[in-house]
Structure formats: C-alpha cells, structure tokens
C-alpha cells in the first residue's frame, strides 16, 4: 500500500491528473471512502488526465457516463446503488471487464464483489487539517509499476 497525503482540493486534482495521464485500457480504478473525502476531486483529475473536457461534479443522477478522451472512460457512481444486481440491467460486466477503455467508479466499495481482479483501489479518508487528505492505494500486480513512478513522483511531500 501507497499512502499519500493531499493538502488541498489542487493538490488532489493534480495527482488526478497525473495518475489519469498514465492509465491504460483495461484499468479499473476504484474510488472509496466517506461522503467529503474527495473522491469527485479525484475524479475531476483522473478524467482530465484521460483527456476528457468536463464540467460539473459525480455522476450522481446517472451511474454511468461515458466519454472519449485519449481512450475511452467509463465514469460510475454507484453511491446510489443498494444492490450490486442492479448494475446487471446497465451490462456493467460489458464494461468493468473491458480492455478498451478505463473504468473509474465512485463509491465503489458498494459493489465490491463485482470488481474484476486486477483494480486499483484508492481509498480517501481526512487528514490532519481541514482541507488534508489521505490516499491509500491498493493495487493488483498489473498496477505495481505506476505505484512505484507514483511513490517518487513529489506528491505528498
């Protein structure tokens, strides 16, 4: 585990970005952690590293946007899900076990049993300060090698 303190709402934005720079088709990116933790920062980041231009918060009304960045994403939010079997009706399987494109899904520690194998969960939770907060990333094999760029890339410091 890769444990990271963000000081700011930029600070998590930019580690978004950056992490979102370096995906490639067929991640999963698991965002958990409690409501104000910054999961949406986080997302905001990944997906403008991805390439994606939007505006807004969650997905919090729909649970699946898709966009086309530099590859395509499948942005979830499955806050509002309280039964994993309702993502069956969306064909979830169709993207959660896609090679083409990311799967970057918010709260998604409500549909754990879902997950493929290979995810990169990033588990938010407060800091010290207000506006601190703390990152735990948790990865499959396929991931070590961003987990290690990531752990001497300046962040946190």
Do not use: C, Q
């Not at 969306?90 to 549909?111: I, K, M, P, Q």
């Amino acid at each position: 585990m890769l444990r990271i303190i963000s000081r700011s709402p930029d600070e998590t934005l930019a580690l978004g970005r950056w992490l979102g720079s370096r995906l490639r088709p067929g991640d999963f990116v698991a965002l958990t952690g409690d409501l104000g933790t910054g999961k949406t920062a986080l997302a905001t980041g990944i997906l403008a590293g991805l390439g994606v231009a939007r505006t807004g918060g969650s997905p919090t009304f729909t649970l699946l946007w898709e966009y086309e960045g530099r590859i395509p994403v499948y942005h979830w939010d499955v806050y509002r899900v309280d039964d994993p079997a309702e993502l069956e009706d969306l064909g979830y399987e169709e993207y959660f076990f896609s090679e083409t494109g990311v799967n970057l899904v918010e709260w998604a520690d409500r549909v754990r049993e879902l997950w493929p194998d290979d995810v990169l969960e990033i588990a938010l939770s407060y800091g010290a300060g207000a506006e601190e907060r703390v990152l735990a990333f948790t990865g499959a094999e396929r991931y070590r090698p961003l987990l290690e760029e990531l752990a001497h890339a300046g962040f946190g410091l």
